[in-house]
């Protein structure tokens, strides 16, 4: 099994900042991909940003210049440092990993998804 964690949500003001950390434990082979998704109240999940095993970042358009994702690889553990946030940045954030871990006995590949932290930013 495969545990994902997130922690550092909050309330905070508009131009304000957050750091989102996420960690990943349990039987893990190889951690592929760590990411960070969200989803505001009436829409769907959408990805905010994204960091592979070589470092390569990839974010949604609206945080570019705002937020930064980063690694730990002997923690298992990624982060997000948000900043300059906006009212449209509220919404439940969601650690995404993907990894080869055990499940039932084998090996798998599989999308690992925390329970979520809630950020509100308040105009």
């Known amino acids: 099994q495969v545990q994902v964690v997130e922690s550092g949500g909050g309330l905070v003001q508009v131009g304000g900042s957050l750091r989102l950390a996420c960690a990943a434990s349990?039987?893990?082979?190889?951690?592929?991909?760590m990411g960070w998704f969200r989803q505001a109240p009436g829409k769907q999940r959408e990805l905010v940003a994204t960091?592979?095993?070589?470092?390569?970042?990839n974010y949604t358009d609206s945080v570019k210049g705002r937020f930064t994702i980063s690694r730990d690889r002997a923690k298992n553990t990624v982060y997000l440092q948000m900043n300059s946030l906006k009212p449209e940045d509220t919404g439940v954030y969601y650690c995404?990993?993907?990894?080869?871990?055990?499940?039932?006995?084998?090996?798998?590949?599989?999308?690992?998804w925390g329970q979520g932290t809630q950020v509100t930013v308040s105009s």
């Open positions: 995404n990993v993907r990894a080869v871990g055990r499940d039932g006995g084998q090996w798998i590949s599989n999308d690992y």
């Open positions: 349990g039987s893990i082979f190889v951690i592929r991909r």
């Open positions: 960091i592979s095993t070589t470092e390569s970042t």
